[in-house]
């Protein structure tokens, strides 16, 4: 008797397509119940409530006006009910589930941004427009094009937010949280060209799928869905705190003849995707410059001796723990090389990234590994364990710290920039303050690392290491949650070595080291300012509200 293995198998694969049929047409088809809200926009979440949906989406999806949403925009799906970032859709549309082959009955929605509005005023007409975004999808660290009118000449106060999103409180009501953006970041180089019809931008750390806007003074443009594609991993925020703090500079003038002038840089609480909204809350004097390099510049012109001369600021800023979790250690290939990967890359006094030392030292710590994530894994887990991490103090920089062995915060930072450079990998050091049980700050410097698609991925090798101050809450896996996250107990002046340009040729340049900011210059005095104190203050907390 002979066997016919072809004709078998497909008989028995005709078999189970039949029952596969028998079975779904057994099944009914979903029913939506209601859809909140009715009248919506592209990022809002939309509830669709009903029955027959399935425990899981796997091949099921919904369509608005007949268009799908990205698997991404899916919040929740359950047998009666999903949740969904609405995608960008025409003026209003039909709902449909679809699962298993079969389609709902619909829903109508409408677009929010499709109705009528007045006129509002004469500058109605000059807010600015999107036409398109080109490409509509990519990665972080992306440059995109948008075109459209009425952006201005040139950037000025103007800037692209991207759609950003923190994990709200198990307290909060579910879909409570409005949706949120972050800027296109200046420590990125995010901006490369701005006209009256045309931006190019590149993708901030911390973007996620939703909308995009230009905001201008002249007005805001109406959102378009922009989809972040191809991310290695996840970053979530969260657990939001807000600081109010305060610092101030006294100075007594001792010698002086006229003409002079002393000016003040004085640091800025740094913007990034997890410290946000920093504002200005008080101040007893102007600027003389509003924002120079992260820095607030102060001048005082023609003092005579005896002057007693204070500047007292006071901010706010919102904190959030930030989390990663890297699925695929290989970096996402952009189009093309970005300023990330250039600057951040290039020796300093500070971070000597081409000391033959420290070259050496980088080369034997990641052997043959070619993935960045898993060469600075293996930097960060070198320093912890080959290092001594003290609190206090210590002389000297990251060439002292690998003779010696022994480091503080400050050092052990540059010393990680230092050997991740060294090995093709974009890092920052980043200078603050820690907020210890006792509201009291301490100086402390940590570090972030680029990685092409996914953005900065934060560290601190100090408190990886358990070298926490006093009254500092150190968790229990410090050693594990410190290579990718970070707490929400500090405030960061400066991401980045801050290089100021002296106000004069020959004015005489004041350095402070290991501050809560890494700039070169913190005053300087320029003619016949002869001679002064000067007195800074720590950082003070006066404020401090948990969500």
């Given at each position: 008797?002979?066997?016919?293995?072809?004709?078998?198998?497909?008989?028995?694969g005709?078999?189970?397509?039949?029952?596969?049929?028998?079975?779904?047409?057994?099944?009914?088809?979903?029913?939506?119940v209601?859809?909140?809200?009715?009248?919506?926009?592209?990022?809002?979440?939309?509830?669709?409530?009903?029955?027959?949906?399935?425990?899981?989406?796997?091949?099921?999806?919904?369509?608005?006006?007949?268009?799908?949403p990205?698997?991404?925009?899916?919040?929740?799906?359950e047998?009666?009910?999903?949740?969904?970032?609405?995608?960008?859709?025409?003026?209003?549309?039909?709902?449909y589930?679809?699962?298993?082959?079969?389609?709902?009955?619909?829903?109508?929605?409408?677009?929010?941004?499709?109705?009528?509005?007045?006129?509002?005023?004469?500058?109605?007409?000059?807010?600015?427009?999107?036409?398109?975004?080109?490409?509509?999808?990519?990665?972080?660290?992306?440059?995109?094009?948008?075109?459209?009118?009425?952006?201005?000449?040139?950037?000025?106060?103007?800037?692209?937010?991207?759609?950003?999103?923190?994990?709200?409180?198990?307290?909060?009501?579910?879909?409570?949280?409005?949706?949120?953006?972050?800027?296109?970041?200046?420590?990125?180089f995010?901006?490369?060209?701005?006209?009256?019809?045309?931006?190019?931008?590149?993708?901030?750390?911390?973007?996620?799928?939703?909308?995009?806007?230009?905001?201008?003074?002249?007005?805001?443009?109406?959102?378009?869905?922009?989809?972040?594609?191809g991310?290695?991993?996840?970053?979530?925020?969260?657990?939001?705190?807000?600081?109010?703090?305060?610092?101030?500079?006294?100075?007594?003038?001792?010698?002086?003849?006229?003409?002079?002038?002393?000016?003040?840089?004085?640091?800025?609480?740094?913007?990034?995707?997890?410290?946000?909204?920093?504002?200005?809350l008080?101040?007893?004097?102007?600027?003389?410059?509003?924002?120079?390099?992260?820095t607030?510049?102060?001048?005082?012109?023609?003092?005579?001796?005896?002057?007693?001369?204070?500047?007292?600021?006071?901010?706010?800023?919102?904190?959030?723990?930030?989390?990663?979790?890297?699925?695929?250690?290989?970096?996402?290939?952009?189009?093309?090389?970005?300023?990330?990967?250039?600057?951040?890359?290039?020796?300093?006094?500070?971070?000597?990234?081409?000391?033959?030392?420290?070259?050496?030292?980088?080369?034997?710590?990641?052997?043959?590994?070619?993935?960045?994530?898993v060469?600075?894994?293996?930097?960060?887990?070198?320093?912890?364990?080959?290092?001594?991490?003290?609190?206090?103090?210590?002389?000297?920089?990251?060439?002292?710290?690998?003779?010696?062995?022994?480091?503080?915060?400050?050092?052990?930072?540059?010393?990680?920039?230092?050997?991740?450079?060294?090995?093709?990998?974009?890092?920052?050091?980043?200078?603050?303050?820690?907020?210890?049980?006792?509201?009291?700050?301490?100086?402390?410097?940590?570090?972030?690392?680029?990685?092409?698609?996914?953005?900065?991925?934060?560290?601190?090798?100090?408190?990886?290491?358990?070298?926490?101050?006093?009254?500092?809450?150190?968790?229990?896996?410090?050693?594990?949650?410190?290579?990718?996250?970070?707490?929400?107990?500090?405030?960061?002046?400066?991401?980045?070595e801050?290089?100021?340009?002296?106000?004069?040729p020959?004015?005489?340049?004041?350095?402070?080291?290991?501050?809560?900011?890494?700039?070169?210059?913190?005053?300087?005095?320029?003619?016949?300012?002869?001679?002064?104190?000067?007195?800074?203050?720590?950082v003070?907390?006066?404020?401090?509200?948990?969500?």
């Amino acid at each position: 008797m002979r066997a016919f293995p072809g004709k078998s198998g497909s008989f028995f694969g005709g078999i189970i397509l039949l029952f596969a049929l028998l079975s779904s047409c057994g099944e009914k088809a979903p029913e939506i119940v209601s859809i909140d809200p009715r009248i919506g926009r592209m990022g809002d979440i939309l509830t669709i409530m009903g029955s027959g949906f399935g425990e899981e989406r796997y091949e099921s999806y919904i369509t608005i006006a007949g268009t799908p949403p990205t698997s991404s925009s899916y919040l929740s799906w359950e047998d009666d009910e999903i949740t969904v970032r609405i995608p960008e859709f025409g003026e209003a549309g039909l709902i449909y589930v679809h699962r298993g082959g079969k389609k709902s009955n619909p829903a109508l929605f409408a677009n929010l941004l499709s109705l009528p509005e007045p006129v509002q005023g004469p500058e109605a007409d000059y807010n600015p427009r999107i036409n398109s975004i080109t490409p509509a999808t990519g990665p972080i660290g992306t440059l995109i094009t948008i075109s459209g009118n009425n952006f201005g000449p040139s950037r000025e106060a103007s800037g692209v937010f991207f759609a950003w999103n923190a994990e709200s409180p198990q307290t909060a009501p579910a879909g409570s949280q409005a949706p949120d953006f972050v800027e296109a970041s200046e420590a990125e180089f995010g901006y490369e060209h701005w006209s009256e019809r045309e931006i190019q931008v590149r993708v901030p750390d911390g973007a996620v799928s939703g909308n995009l806007e230009v905001r201008t003074p002249r007005g805001i443009s109406r959102p378009v869905f922009f989809e972040i594609s191809g991310r290695p991993g996840t970053k979530t925020f969260k657990d939001k705190r807000s600081y109010m703090l305060s610092y101030t500079a006294d100075i007594l003038v001792d010698r002086a003849n006229t003409p002079n002038s002393l000016y003040l840089w004085m640091p800025q609480p740094a913007v990034s995707a997890s410290q946000r909204n920093v504002s200005i809350l008080s101040r007893n004097k102007e600027p003389f410059v509003e924002n120079y390099r992260g820095t607030s510049l102060f001048q005082l012109i023609d003092v005579s001796p005896g002057t007693r001369w204070a500047v007292e600021l006071s901010y706010l800023a919102e904190v959030y723990t930030v989390e990663t979790a890297i699925r695929n250690t290989a970096t996402v290939r952009l189009n093309e090389p970005t300023p990330v990967g250039t600057v951040y890359l290039l020796p300093s006094a500070q971070i000597p990234s081409d000391d033959p030392a420290i070259r050496t030292q980088a080369n034997t710590i990641i052997a043959r590994e070619r993935l960045p994530y898993v060469k600075a894994q293996r930097i960060y887990q070198w320093l912890i364990s080959s290092v001594e991490i003290k609190e206090s103090p210590l002389p000297g920089g990251a060439l002292e710290t690998l003779e010696e062995k022994e480091a503080d915060s400050y050092r052990a930072s540059l010393l990680f920039c230092a050997l991740a450079r060294a090995v093709d990998i974009p890092a920052l050091p980043v200078a603050g303050v820690l907020v210890n049980r006792q509201m009291n700050t301490i100086k402390h410097c940590w570090v972030e690392f680029w990685l092409d698609g996914f953005g900065w991925i934060p560290i601190d090798p100090a408190l990886g290491s358990g070298a926490a101050p006093a009254d500092f809450p150190l968790r229990e896996d410090y050693a594990e949650f410190y290579f990718g996250s970070l707490d929400n107990q500090r405030v960061a002046f400066s991401r980045g070595e801050i290089f100021l340009q002296p106000m004069a040729p020959r004015g005489r340049a004041i350095q402070r080291s290991r501050e809560y900011s890494l700039q070169n210059i913190w005053e300087e005095a320029v003619g016949g300012l002869e001679s002064y104190s000067s007195l800074w203050s720590d950082v003070t907390i006066t404020g401090m509200y948990i969500q």
